[in-house]
Nanobody, 122 residues
Framework: QVRLVESGGGLVQAGGSLRLSCAASGSIFSVNGMGWYRQVPGKQRELVAEDTDASGTTYADSVKGRFTISRENDRNTVHLEMNSLKPDDSGVYYC????????????????WGQGTQVTVTS
């Protein structure tokens, strides 16, 4: 089993910056990818940014040029640097990761963190 723990959310004024971090622990053989999703009340969880071995980095159009995702594979950690924040960036940010527990392709499992609140005021 793998546990993801997020940190770095909070309250910030528009135009400000925040850095989210997510650290994984548990039975990890190798990583398939890590990323961040955002959810606001009444809407589905949506991809913000991800970094996968197969596809590299992907960003939602709304955050391109403002957010940067980075992975530290040796520490099973992913960060999301968020700059020029806007009120529309507010929401609960969830860390998402795909890990293999052994060498078999069937050993891939997906995990979610508990979420961290980001609130951007105008």
């Amino acid at each position: 089993q793998v546990r993801l723990v997020e940190s770095g959310g909070g309250l910030v004024q528009a135009g400000g910056s925040l850095r989210l971090s997510c650290a994984a622990s548990g039975s990890i053989f190798s990583v398939n990818g890590m990323g961040w999703y955002r959810q606001v009340p009444g809407k589905q969880r949506e991809l913000v940014a991800e970094d996968t071995d197969a596809s590299g980095t992907t960003y939602a159009d709304s955050v391109k040029g403002r957010f940067t995702i980075s992975r530290e594979n040796d520490r099973n950690t992913v960060h999301l640097e968020m700059n020029s924040l806007k009120p529309d960036d507010s929401g609960v940010y969830y860390c998402h990761a795909g890990y293999y527990s052994d060498h078999r392709p069937s050993a891939l499992r997906e995990y979610w963190g508990q979420g961290t609140q980001v609130t951007v005021t105008s």
